[in-house]
């Protein structure tokens, strides 16, 4: 580490202590976000290059400065409507991936069998030709749709493209059968319409918040921390239900602790009391909703004292939760939550979160869930493409999964394996994704990689996934390249640029120009007319009459705000079958599932396990982060929470070393133990992201234990094929 990044590093230090201290709840600033929002973007340094983060998939606005040639910090953006001025601590510990000495620096082929992670490097040519070669291979054999991408962040458009072009409709992300789908699912059969990356919720003037299992706070998605401590500032009423008491648990009037697994049982009964007490937004529901008399009908029996014999949850906080929330309508936020894979009930649970919110008319209200805009921005000309791609093979109804709107990233890693979806998959292109560690069950990820023909890997670290490619190509970070032009749905309308801060290091590349060079030896060069990525860019926010310039030095353009809320003057519109919202779906009906949700017990642990349960750490993104020695100064290992009492009685003690075996004997790396009065007695907890064992991960290395491991039984959700992975349990041993 140079001087200048020592220096820079203590700078960081000082705003992620903050995030530190946020775990114990010692200090106001517990959101830990960087000090004070930059009202003027000075700079002690040569000079300052607006472009958007990519330490998480959130991509705030923000500024690198630049002195001598080296980048010695990152601040937020105050033009761009992410960040405000402000970043979340992996934000500004960019410079870590940046320098961080393990980066991929040459592409490398393959020399050994599939993961014993020996390769040689070789030149680009060298690289790109073999990708080409065996591309138009399988091709010939199998057909283009035997090709999948697994792409994950925001350079993966030009591979998706690349994809496209070659013929085969198999793009898929973990961030949606492992992730977010339930609820995109649940909340689209409700609303007609998904909460998206950024959620559209407008937490600021929320006057009560529910978090539901979303634990922001640790869940450091920046807009979202900063709106919620705005409300929490401005006197909002904070409800947490967490089986662990979280960051937001500290901050919050009601902890509710609830038994795992049974959150839908309390929605129903909270329905349940805001019904009978007459307490939910009657005019709206009766302007905007179908189905009220048959959700009343349904809960009728869900009553707080049911729920509590499932939940654990006493009845007398139940209903004066539901009244609470009431009290607060419109601007009562229940949070969607955004990882929501838990239970295999996932879409019906997230469906019950929507229909909670109908009942509190907080959607397309002032302080409850907004209907964004989006800035137009017209696609870059190019030949359309041609032919028709077969229908990805793990296709909804193959499998049963009818109403899935996007491919399963599980359902292409199965199809890999030989005979068991309609064609097999045969060769993978994997971009920013580490397969190994997002996908449950990963001995059956490296059984899929094993049957393959050909898999390439484009990465920025040697993470897991690159130890099983045949072909590694090095990617130019996020600060060393431009990207498409991002341009999401919020509450204003905005268009941000990514440009190169620095030229790339060693012989790493930018993903437009790994994907072009492969489509132009693939004879696809009618896809990819442009010059480089800023060409493309420029071209669309020219063609949208914006102004390229500003864009280019402020590093982002905002468009004219539109009305998102009913307090604004929008008057919304569903777009579901009947024109409103459905608390009653017909088509869940149709499709053969519930079509209000039902609740069922979740299995219980056998004797002498716990549930293991896994989130997040403010100061990493996954595994993504945890070889970033900056980040990690402050949190270099994850811990294994079981509550206090349950250790006396195995006799284990609080930061000994203890080891967790699943239900199925698959024992986790050794993790320090963390005793705690903080997580009920019937489940553990840890942070998702630990324990690497890809060899070139010199930092990251051993540190702590990969919950994904120990993911060996899953439980499907029926309706979107999301991949419910709370349903496994350990027992803790010393190690
Ligand atoms: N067991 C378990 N599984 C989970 C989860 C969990 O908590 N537990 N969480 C789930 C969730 S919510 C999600 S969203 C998914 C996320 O899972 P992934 O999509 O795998 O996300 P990351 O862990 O961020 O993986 C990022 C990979 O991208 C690489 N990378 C980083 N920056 C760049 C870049 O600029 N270019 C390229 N080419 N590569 C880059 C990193 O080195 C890393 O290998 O995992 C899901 N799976
Ligand atoms: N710092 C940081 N922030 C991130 C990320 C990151 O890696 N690092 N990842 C981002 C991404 S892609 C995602 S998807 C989100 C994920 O963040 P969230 O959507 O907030 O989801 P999880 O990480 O699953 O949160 C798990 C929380 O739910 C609790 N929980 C577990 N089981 C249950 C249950 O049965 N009922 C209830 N009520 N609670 C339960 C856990 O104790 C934990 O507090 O975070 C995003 N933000
Ligand atoms: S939330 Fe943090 S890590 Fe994610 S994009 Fe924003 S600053 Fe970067
Ligand atoms: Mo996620």
């Known amino acids: 580490m140079s001087g200048v990044t020592r220096r820079q590093f203590i700078k960081i230090g000082a705003a992620t202590a903050g995030a530190a201290a946020v775990g114990s709840g010692l200090t106001t600033r517990w959101w830990g976000l960087d000090d004070d929002p930059v009202a003027n973007p000075g700079t002690d340094g040569d000079r300052v290059v607006p472009t958007f983060c990519e330490l998480c998939f959130w991509k705030c606005g923000v500024l690198a400065h630049v002195k001598d040639g080296r980048v010695t910090k990152i601040t937020g953006n105050p033009a761009h409507p992410l960040s405000r001025g402000r970043l979340c601590p992996r934000g500004t510990g960019g410079t870590g991936l940046l320098y961080d000495p393990d980066r991929l620096k040459r592409p490398m082929l393959r020399r050994e069998k599939r993961g014993e992670q020996v390769f040689e490097e070789v030149s680009w040519e060298e690289a790109l030709d073999f990708t080409a070669q065996r591309l138009l291979n399988l091709k010939d054999r199998y057909g ?11 350079g993966g458009s030009w591979f998706k493209h690349l994809l496209k072009a070659y013929g085969s409709k198999n793009i898929a992300a973990p961030s949606y059968a492992q992730c977010r789908g339930p609820r995109e699912v649940g909340f689209q059969l409700t609303y007609g319409s998904t909460l ?19 634990h922001l706070g640790e869940n450091m998605h ?3 921390v900063q709106e919620f401590a705005t409300a929490i500032d401005r006197g909002a009423t904070l409800i947490v239900v967490d089986p662990r008491f979280s960051t937001a648990a500290g901050k919050a009037k009601y902890w509710l602790p609830i038994k795992p697994g049974t959150d839908l049982a309390l929605l129903l009964a909270w329905m349940h009391v805001i019904i009978a007490e007459g307490l939910y937004d009657k005019d709206y529901i009766d302007q905007y909703a179908i189905g009220f008399d ?5 809960v009728r029996d869900k009553t707080p004292e049911w729920a509590y014999t499932q939940t654990t949850i006493a009845p007398e906080t139940i209903v004066e939760t539901a009244r609470v929330m009431a009290g607060g309508r419109p601007a009562s936020l229940v949070h969607p939550g955004r990882h929501v894979v838990w239970y295999g009930d996932d879409t019906q649970r997230s469906r019950a979160v929507a229909i909670l919110n109908a009942l509190l008319g907080s959607y397309a209200r002032r302080g409850g869930i907004f209907v964004p805009s989006q800035m137009a921005l017209p696609a870059y000309p190019y030949t359309a493409y041609q032919g028709h791609p077969k229908a990805p093979p793990d296709r909804p109804k193959d499998q049963g999964y009818p109403l899935a709107d996007e491919v399963l990233a599980s359902g292409l890693c199965m199809a890999s394996i030989p005979g068991t979806a309609s064609y097999d998959i045969k060769g993978w292109l994997v971009y920013g994704t580490n397969l190994l560690m997002a996908l449950p069950q990963p001995e059956r990820t490296k059984e899929a990689i094993q049957a393959l023909d050909f898999i390439a890997v484009v990465d920025v670290l040697p993470a897991e996934i690159v130890g099983w490619a045949d072909v590694v190509l090095p990617e130019a970070t996020y600060l060393e390249r431009c990207d498409d032009i991002d341009n999401p749905p919020w509450k204003v309308p905005f268009a941000a640029v990514r440009q190169e801060v620095v030229p790339p290091m060693y012989d790493s590349k930018p993903g437009w120009w790994i994907a072009r060079e492969i489509a132009l030896r693939l004879g696809l060069s009618d896809y990819f007319p442009w ?3 800023m060409e493309y860019a420029m071209q669309r926010v020219h063609a949208a009459g914006y102004d390229c310039d500003v864009l280019r030095t402020t590093g982002v353009v905002i468009g004219k705000p539109r009305p998102t809320t009913i307090e604004d003057g929008l008057v919304p519109k569903f777009a579901t079958p009947s024109g409103k919202i459905e608390l009653f779906s017909q088509r869940l009906k149709d499709a053969g599932f519930d079509p209000i949700p039902q609740f069922t017990p979740p299995e219980e642990p056998p004797t002498g396990h716990f549930r293991l349960l896994f989130g997040r750490a403010p100061t990493h993104t996954f595994g993504r982060t945890t070889n970033n020695r900056f980040l990690s100064e402050v949190f270099n290992q994850n811990e294994l929470w079981l509550n206090a009492q349950m250790a006396a009685e195995l006799g284990l003690k609080d930061g000994e070393t203890v080891v967790a075996v699943n239900q199925d004997g698959v024992r986790s790396q050794p993790i320090r133990l963390k005793a705690t009065q903080r997580i009920r007695t019937d489940c553990v907890f840890m942070v998702h992201g630990f324990g690497h064992d890809a060899k070139g991960l010199r930092y990251a290395r051993n540190r702590g234990a990969d919950d994904s491991r120990l993911v060996t039984r899953i439980k499907t959700d029926p309706i979107m094929g999301g991949t419910g992975m709370s349903v496994n349990f350990v027992r803790v041993e010393r190690a």
């Open 196 to 214: 998206g990356s950024p959620e559209v919720l407008d937490l600021e003037n929320s006057r009560v918040i529910t978090l539901i299992g979303s």
């Open 294 to 298: 048959q959700l009343k009908e349904h």
């Open 222 to 224: 920046n807009t979202q």
């Open 531 to 533: 010059k480089d990525s």
């Open 144 to 154: 283009p749709e035997s090709l999948a991408l697994y792409s994950h962040g925001y």
